[in-house]
């Protein structure tokens, strides 16, 4: 399982890139069976995002799934973790932040968001 998802999160930073000019947004079909997910529902400041806050238990991943007919990209506002463009209908690379905190989308920085620790 961990080289399955190490080998994702590769794969997934090889095909990141800006949003201009960059290669088609890519993301997994599906999310990782043990991973919260966060839906992206527009573009519409603190409620672009569902459940927000979220809350994110010790240990567990994370993804964001693009509910959206747009392309979004999810940054940590700390700089921790990017997902990468996520297409239409498409899911992020699991990803386990260090700490929990702020987050927004890159290409539409209104959008707004945060993950809770649950301890």
């Known amino acids: ?25 890519t993301g997994p079909s599906r999310p990782a069976a043990d991973a919260i997910t966060i839906d992206i529902v527009g573009i519409n400041g603190a409620q672009s995002f569902s459940p927000n806050p979220a809350t994110l238990p010790a240990g567990q991943v994370i993804v964001w799934h693009n509910a959206d007919t747009t392309t979004h990209r999810v940054a940590f506002n700390d700089g921790e973790l990017d997902t990468g463009n996520i297409a239409p209908g498409a899911f992020s690379t699991p ?9 927004h989308c890159s290409i539409h920085p209104e959008m707004v968001g945060t993950v809770a620790d649950s301890r």
């Open 1 to 25: 399982m961990r080289r399955l998802l190490a080998a994702t999160f590769a794969l997934g930073l090889s095909a990141c890139g800006g949003y201009n000019g960059s290669p088609a947004p």
């Open 95 to 103: 990803m386990a932040p260090l700490a929990a905190g702020p987050y």
